[in-house]
């Protein structure tokens, strides 16, 4: 069975430009969560989608977006990069016991943005 | 707020030797308690996790962790350490709480470095 996937794995910016990065959950998984990892610390929380609603957002500015598809699937945009945005972007997908419990995230292999 | 402290950033140790990776936690509601692993340019992958019953866990490559509540750890150990598992270690918690699980709020990480 596929884990998560993500695309593209590496990526070049400048200053100014937008990003747009790519995630596909396992299948069966209605929830898809993005977090940030700069390097040499611990992933921050950026955005949970669940049933294509949003359902939780972290401290970043509205320069962060996100959505997710009808196939579950979910896009993360960054507009107007900046330095401090060059990380490793990790998207992580769970599903939900019958409590609504989200009891395991999966995380897949991480986009690692570069802004120059 | 929720907060996870790992206390050591970096845990130096020989082949075959025991380690100890220690985390604490704070946090007003219940939590699921999650220790990952992540290899060099790679995403996380689960090791472990603590949801109820049993306060002592069990998970892959040999590791096993205990939650103890009064102290609010979740300290992660193994008997005798391989080469292979030098890594970055992230002790992470989850709130217990309907329709609003599944953000992972993640400590510093442990840098474990093994050495032959």
């Known amino acids: 069975d596929a884990g998560v996937t993500q695309s593209p794995t590496h990526l070049i910016k400048t200053r100014g430009q937008q990003v747009t990065l790519r995630c596909s959950p396992i299948s069966g998984h209605k929830s898809v969560s993005w977090y940030q990892q700069v390097l040499g610390q611990g992933p921050q929380f950026i955005f949970q989608?669940?049933?294509?609603?949003?359902?939780g957002r972290g401290n970043f500015p509205d320069r962060f977006s996100a959505r997710q598809f009808p196939n579950y699937s979910s896009e993360l945009n960054v507009n107007a990069l900046l330095l401090g945005d060059s990380a490793l972007y990790l998207c992580?997908?769970?599903?939900?016991?019958?409590?609504?419990?989200?009891?395991?995230?999966?995380f897949g292999q991480g986009t690692r943005l570069t802004v120059v | 707020a929720q907060s996870v402290t790992q206390l050591d950033s970096q845990v130096p140790v020989f082949e075959e030797a025991p380690v100890e990776l220690r985390c604490n936690y704070s946090?007003?509601?219940?939590?699921?308690l999650f220790w990952y692993v992540q290899y060099p340019n790679q995403g996380l992958q689960l090791l472990l996790k603590?949801?109820?019953?049993?306060?002592l866990v069990k998970g892959i490559n040999g590791f096993e962790a205990e939650f103890n509540k009064s102290q609010t750890s979740f300290h992660l150990r193994k008997p005798s350490v391989h080469i292979s598992d030098t890594a970055e270690y992230f002790c992470?918690?989850?709130?217990?709480?309907?329709?609003?699980?599944?953000?992972?709020?993640f400590g510093q990480g442990t840098e474990l470095s093994v050495k032959p």
């Open positions: 989608y669940y049933e294509k609603e949003e359902r």
């Open positions: 946090s007003s509601v219940s939590v699921y």
């Open positions: 992470a918690v989850s709130l217990m709480i309907y329709n609003q699980g599944g953000k992972l709020i």
């Open positions: 992580a997908s769970s599903s939900r016991d019958l409590t609504g419990l989200n009891t395991e995230a999966f």
């Open positions: 603590y949801l109820s019953g049993s306060t």
